[in-house]
């Protein structure tokens, strides 16, 4: 696994350990509703992760975009499927979406090894 890939679950999984270590209901309630909206269901979790991963871009959060680009390519996602996904959110969150597309593009190129 590369630096940057290990350096972003290292740190999300410390820092949720520590959210929910809190005992908060509602973060503990958000967590969870969070985990089951992708699980499989009447869409596949790839579907959802690549519905996942446009929100993030257009809403242009840098940690949700890796997150979602993670399981995306854990379920299989291929380059042409990636860049249609960077089409549609470059087309609906407009150029503002660029950049963040510029670093989605650096992180699956780093998981895959480039």
Do not use: Q
Not at 26 to 33: A, E, G, Q, S, W
Not at 51 to 77: F, P, Q, T, W
Request: aromatic share 8%.
């Amino acid at each position: 696994m590369n630096n940057a890939l290990n350096e972003f679950n290292d740190y999300r999984t410390k820092m949720n350990e520590k959210l929910l270590s809190e005992d908060n209901l509602t973060i503990k309630r958000f967590f969870n509703l969070d985990s089951n909206a992708y699980l499989e269901g009447a869409l596949p979790v790839k579907t959802k992760e690549m519905l996942g991963l446009v929100a993030s871009m257009v809403l242009r959060c840098d940690d949700c975009i890796k997150y979602h680009l993670i399981n995306c390519h854990e379920h299989g996602l291929s380059r042409k499927e990636l860049f249609e996904i960077f089409a549609i959110a470059n087309l609906v969150g407009g150029s503002i979406v660029i950049p963040h597309t510029r670093r989605a593009l650096e992180f699956w190129d780093e998981m895959d090894g480039e």
